[in-house]
T-cell receptor, first 113, second 111 residues
């Protein structure tokens, strides 16, 4: 199984809402990532978890809060977002320990109204 | 951090070989070069990874000269379904590397 799943596929939320994005992989990968991608732009790294610990936070605003409950799951909690946060949010995983091949999920299309 | 530079776009015809070059002048000794393919509204898909010389898999070949300051992704006999954005990504030998995607190359394959 080389699949990374993400739910929901689409999400529309108001600026005062709280919502969560979920990501799951069962490849035994120990590194998991959140990326944000705006239209016609490359993915931008947000967070990296390595062995369930946050190892990289690319100066992401606190209205985005990541969580890694276990080695297979990765969440992104959203609160008080702005319309400019509307984007495709991608989750990825890799073996870690210098193995760089990342497997990406299909993404969650987020619209903030 | 090893910043990458790629052509913004390329055009090709079905059946041709396509070579996309990426420049990474500041690549470090422990860095690897990876390439990804992305279709609209989908996550990127890993194509190939290399450190030096040549790497080949069932999808593509990756050529890396001795100075490692550039790399070339070679796609043999492209088809319409290869129309996509191709990203070169230099990843560090440290725990997670830099993981900074360049702007990518939009490849358009015509019949």
């Amino acid at each position: 199984d080389t699949e990374v799943t993400q739910t929901p596929k689409h999400l529309v939320m108001g600026m005062t809402n709280k919502k969560s994005l979920k990501c799951e992989q069962h490849m035994g990968h120990r590194a998991m990532y959140w990326y944000k991608q705006k239209a016609k732009k490359p993915p931008e790294l947000m967070f990296v978890y390595s062995y369930e610990k946050l190892s990289i936070n690319e100066s992401v605003p606190s209205r985005f809060s990541p969580e890694c409950p276990n080695s297979s799951l990765l969440n992104l909690h959203l609160h008080a977002l702005q319309p400019e946060d509307s984007a495709l949010y991608l989750c990825a995983s890799s073996e870690g320990q210098g193995r760089w091949e990342q497997y990406f999920g299909p993404g969650t299309r987020l619209t903030v109204t | 951090l090893a910043k990458t530079t790629q052509p913004i776009s390329m055009d090709s015809y079905e059946g041709q070989e396509v070579n996309i070059t990426c420049s990474h002048n500041n690549i470090a000794t422990n860095d690897y070069i990876t390439w990804y393919q992305q279709f609209p509204s989908q996550g990127p898909r890993f194509i190939i990874q290399g450190y030096k010389t040549k790497v080949t898999n069932e999808v593509a070949s990756l050529f890396i000269p001795a100075d490692r300051k550039s790399s070339t992704l070679s796609l043999p006999r492209v088809s319409l379904s290869d129309t996509a954005v191709y990203y070169c990504l230099v990843v560090g030998g440290g725990s997670q590397g830099n993981l900074i995607f360049g702007k990518g190359t939009k490849l358009s394959v015509k019949p």
